[in-house]
């Protein structure tokens, strides 16, 4: 197949596969499929195929230009020349370097007879389509000068092969330059790169294409990341004997100062069926003005030593619109050492920066970049293995929330999200994922598999959103999205 496009419009289908390769564990996959019996030529000629298929549903016949590099990815680009030009299409091949002899890239080379040309920048400017089978996800280095002048001299659309060269696939990182393409594809399984940003909005449109590995290489390799869809988790039914205990009490920690962002929390948790969910007041000033609001929400001006016994309470949240002194470090430790299923963002992340530690044992923390680097210090170029190590050494599982937000569990597990639409980037959001999330644990849902499908609802439900959207729309089509899924 040449599969799913990368965008906002998911499929229940799952079309596409959601385990996620590094370059390193892709050639692991490739050097099984070796051992298996399937030559590397048979799966080159399937992925030149593939790539000639794609270019030939999208584009016109044009002067096409194959940018070939020395590997196999270069030996890609020859096969997909060859296809195109057996296709009726003007092609021609620039190659950085030749192929090393007696490898699949050189035998792929061999059997182009079409136009060689110079590898150049005056050439790349003249195409009207170029194809880009550089260098692969593996490029760990910069391009040299002579390669990036030349990518930069196009004016053409670009389709790259596997990613655009440059691209770091394992990080969605750029390499010092990498092109902008309009189609990007990449065979067996998509990395991280494909998904990360800037990786994701450089790759342009991603198509997926199958090229006959069998799907047992994945047994050795093991994936530990997957890419965010519904396959992956089951949301909570509601049983016909249910009642509002069953479907679980969550607790909210609401401040003075900004009392809105916890209102916005709570609603999303009862949207998304909580059993109850209880404003925690801290004055009683505080507690009347929460009284005013909506009639089913829940308010107590009780002490939080006085609502610690009650073992329905099982779910706390901590954090929406609290200042760091509202949310006290006591407070914090409290719940986790009480036993209670914590949820902290914001506030509460912001009472432990200097002390990340007093967060250790809570269920799921929800930071985003400036609260991560605060707790953690910057995550790097390499934000996948800076939140998993955030998650190791807390026992948690940490949502580094954006427009991929990325969900790690401590023990190694990574899905990174990718239906989140920019219209998210408003106030008020971040307060109900983590409103969603504690729902999502209230029902019984496990911490790594709630925080996964609440960020996915979150996404979601946003995509759906109308001209004008803010977050206090969102509860309501979080809900919606969430009646879309299989029962």
């Not at 901590?318 to 009480?338: K, Q, S, W």
């Not at 609440?454 to 004008?468: C, D, E, K, N, R």
Request: net charge positive.
């Amino acid at each position: 197949m040449v599969g799913a496009r990368i965008g906002y419009k998911w499929s229940m289908a799952r079309p596409y596969p959601t385990e996620l390769l590094t370059p390193a564990e892709m050639a692991r996959a490739d050097a099984a499929a070796l051992a298996a019996g399937i030559p590397i030529e048979t799966l080159m000629e399937a992925a030149g195929r593939a790539v000639a298929r794609a270019i030939r549903a999208r584009f016109r016949p044009c002067r096409t230009l194959v940018l070939a590099g020395p590997g196999n990815n270069g030996g890609d680009g020859y096969v997909a020349a060859r296809y195109l030009e057996q296709a009726g299409w003007p092609v021609s091949v620039a190659a950085l370097a030749p192929p090393n002899p007696g490898t699949a890239a050189a035998t792929a080379a061999a059997r182009w007879h079409g136009p060689r040309v110079a590898f150049s920048a005056a050439e790349a400017a003249r195409a009207g389509l170029v194809v880009d089978a550089l260098f692969g996800a593996g490029l760990t280095r910069p391009l040299v000068s002579e390669v990036t002048q030349v990518l930069r001299a196009i004016q053409a659309p670009l389709v790259a092969v596997d990613v655009p060269s440059g691209l770091d696939g394992s990080t969605g990182q750029v390499l010092g330059y990498a092109p902008q393409a309009a189609l990007t594809i990449s065979f067996f399984r998509l990395k991280p790169g494909h998904l990360l940003l800037p990786g994701r909005a450089l790759c342009g449109q991603t198509l997926l294409a199958d090229i006959g590995l069998p799907q047992t290489v994945l047994q050795d390799i093991a994936p530990r990341c997957w890419r965010n869809h519904p396959s992956l988790w089951a949301l909570p039914a509601l049983e016909p004997r249910a009642h509002k205990y069953t479907r679980g009490h969550l607790t909210i920690l609401a401040g003075a100062a900004m009392p809105g962002a916890a209102r916005l929390a709570a609603s999303a948790a009862r949207r998304l069926a909580a059993g109850l969910v209880t404003l925690h007041a801290e004055n009683l000033d505080l507690a009347a003005m929460l009284r005013a609001d909506a009639p089913g929400q829940l308010v107590s001006d009780a002490t939080l030593d006085a609502l610690l016994p009650d073992a329905r309470r099982k779910v706390w949240l901590a954090g929406p619109g609290l200042l760091p002194h509202e949310a006290t470090r006591n407070a914090i430790r409290t719940l986790i050492e009480a036993g209670k299923t914590l949820v902290a963002d914001a506030g509460a992340l912001m009472a432990a920066a200097d002390a990340p530690d007093l967060l250790r044992g809570a269920a799921v923390i929800t930071p985003h970049a400036g609260e991560f680097a605060r707790l953690f210090g910057a995550p790097g170029a390499d934000r996948l293995a800076a939140t998993r190590a955030a998650a190791t050494r807390l026992g948690t599982v940490v949502v580094l929330k954006g427009p991929d937000s990325i969900i790690a569990a401590p023990y190694g597990r990574i899905i990174i999200n990718d239906n989140a639409p920019p219209s998210l980037a408003t106030a008020g959001t971040g307060d109900i994922l983590a409103g969603a999330i504690a729902a999502l644990l209230a029902q019984g849902m496990a911490p790594f598999e709630a925080a996964a499908a609440g960020v996915w609802l979150h996404g979601a439900g946003a995509a759906a959103g109308p001209p004008g959207f803010i977050a206090e729309d969102l509860p309501a089509l979080m809900a919606a999205a969430r009646q879309t899924l299989p029962k």
